[in-house]
């Protein structure tokens, strides 16, 4: 954690201009965020997702080992596709987790939603660790950290942990990212998680390929709830 006086001196060599307007102290400012459409409802993990009254899933999605999805907003919007793009490739803005995080604190404010911190604890979808040291960090778990220190939730990074390398999921059609995906999640020190309701993070949702198969760890090793915690969700 850096001091005060640390980030006063990083600002002054490293200023952050918004991405958007480019105006000067953080890389999306106050006016640019409260742009954005966040959304105030829930909705199904269905691919023509469905309203629902509160998050979780249709009877349709029953069989799914998560038990639901919590978004802040769509990928469509340009800006957040920018800024997670950003954010996942470009190591100088890391501190990007600052404003994406605060995208999913504003929407579960919004929708009303907060998390016991006896029962729930957040878990970031992992990387090799091959894959973090060339990136430096993992976004994921940045994203994790951020919403640790403001929903007040414990944060494990050393229980759900990846052991293969794939091919970017990006590259492949829905069946082939379930094929790529399996197998390559493994859980560790299973006794924190429990009987614990998971919530698991992630930039982006895209077929819930890879998040299924978390939950499939995670459950499989003693979780009580999975539930998906990203920024956006490409639909
Ligand atoms: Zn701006
Ligand atoms: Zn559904």
Redesign the pocket.
């Given at each position: 954690m850096r001091t005060n006086v640390e980030n006063f001196f990083l600002d002054l060599l490293f200023p952050k201009f918004c991405f958007r307007c480019k105006k000067e102290g953080s890389f999306l400012c106050q006016d640019c965020m409260s742009t954005l459409d966040i959304l105030n409802s829930s909705f199904?993990?269905?691919k023509n997702?469905?309203r629902l009254p509160q998050a979780g899933?249709?009877y349709?999605?029953q069989a799914k080992k998560l038990n639901g999805l919590y978004f802040a907003i769509s990928y469509k919007n340009n800006l957040v596709k920018n800024l997670i793009h950003q954010f996942k490739y470009d190591p100088y803005v890391k501190e990007l987790s600052v404003s994406l995080s605060s995208l999913i604190i504003t929407h579960l404010l919004t929708i009303q939603k907060s998390f016991d911190r006896d029962n729930s604890v957040l878990i970031p979808v992992p990387v090799t660790k091959k894959r973090k040291k060339l990136r430096g960090f993992n976004p994921s778990e940045e994203i994790a950290k951020e919403l640790a220190k403001n929903l007040n939730l414990p944060l494990l990074a050393d229980c759900l942990i990846k052991i293969k390398e794939t091919r970017p999921q990006m590259e492949l059609s829905a069946e082939e990212r379930m094929e790529n995906i399996k197998g390559v999640f493994a859980v560790e020190n299973a006794e924190k998680i429990k009987d614990k309701k998971i919530l698991l993070v992630d930039d982006v949702y895209t077929t819930g390929s890879t998040m299924e198969e978390c939950a499939g760890a995670l459950k499989g090793s003693g979780a009580f709830e999975v539930w998906g915690v990203v920024v956006a969700r490409e639909e």
């Amino acid at each position: 954690m850096r001091t005060n006086v640390e980030n006063f001196f990083l600002d002054l060599l490293f200023p952050k201009f918004c991405f958007r307007c480019k105006k000067e102290g953080s890389f999306l400012c106050q006016d640019c965020m409260s742009t954005l459409d966040i959304l105030n409802s829930s909705f199904c993990l269905c691919k023509n997702p469905q309203r629902l009254p509160q998050a979780g899933k249709c009877y349709r999605c029953q069989a799914k080992k998560l038990n639901g999805l919590y978004f802040a907003i769509s990928y469509k919007n340009n800006l957040v596709k920018n800024l997670i793009h950003q954010f996942k490739y470009d190591p100088y803005v890391k501190e990007l987790s600052v404003s994406l995080s605060s995208l999913i604190i504003t929407h579960l404010l919004t929708i009303q939603k907060s998390f016991d911190r006896d029962n729930s604890v957040l878990i970031p979808v992992p990387v090799t660790k091959k894959r973090k040291k060339l990136r430096g960090f993992n976004p994921s778990e940045e994203i994790a950290k951020e919403l640790a220190k403001n929903l007040n939730l414990p944060l494990l990074a050393d229980c759900l942990i990846k052991i293969k390398e794939t091919r970017p999921q990006m590259e492949l059609s829905a069946e082939e990212r379930m094929e790529n995906i399996k197998g390559v999640f493994a859980v560790e020190n299973a006794e924190k998680i429990k009987d614990k309701k998971i919530l698991l993070v992630d930039d982006v949702y895209t077929t819930g390929s890879t998040m299924e198969e978390c939950a499939g760890a995670l459950k499989g090793s003693g979780a009580f709830e999975v539930w998906g915690v990203v920024v956006a969700r490409e639909e």
